[in-house]
């Protein structure tokens, strides 16, 4: 009986591991996301007071970017092979939606609707890493 209860909390142990490996990357996604547009932020402000601002906020854009499709990687990951809920499917794909339409608009040049669009999506950024995060519970 010892063995069969000592193989049960292995293989337990073993099971949460593995699940927590599989939302942490889905964490560190969406905290390099939140970053990234951060940066981005702090790009701007430079790219209205120094000459390689420009360069700094082209490239953030990239990045921040390529975050976005990592974000859309790591929810795809989670919900198939972690067997948690599409919800961060759904949330990583609108975010990457926003963000081509934030290159878009960004390209156009129209500040009137990129820099609120920017705050918006830092906004829900962080509001998506505060769901990821692990809930603490209080006695």
Avoid: C, D, K, N
Avoid at 27 to 36: I, K, Y
Avoid at 49 to 62: F, K, P
Avoid at 73 to 83: Q, T
Avoid at 88 to 115: M, R
């Amino acid at each position: 009986m010892a063995t069969r209860a000592t193989a049960t909390t292995a293989t337990t142990t073993t099971a949460r591991q593995q699940h927590r490996f599989r939302f942490s990357f889905l964490q560190v996604a969406v905290a390099l996301q939140t970053l990234t547009i951060f940066v981005q932020a702090v790009s701007a402000g430079l790219l209205f007071t120094t000459t390689y601002g420009e360069m700094l906020h082209s490239v953030g854009a990239r990045v921040m970017y390529g975050a976005s499709m990592l974000y859309v990687l790591a929810a795809l990951l989670a919900w198939r092979l972690g067997g948690g809920s599409p919800r961060p499917v759904w949330y990583a794909t609108g975010f990457l939606v926003l963000a081509s339409v934030q290159v878009a608009v960004g390209i156009a040049h129209l500040s009137s609707v990129h820099l609120p669009l920017g705050v918006l999506m830092f906004g829900l950024s962080v509001l998506a890493l505060v769901m990821t995060l692990p809930s603490v519970r209080r006695v």
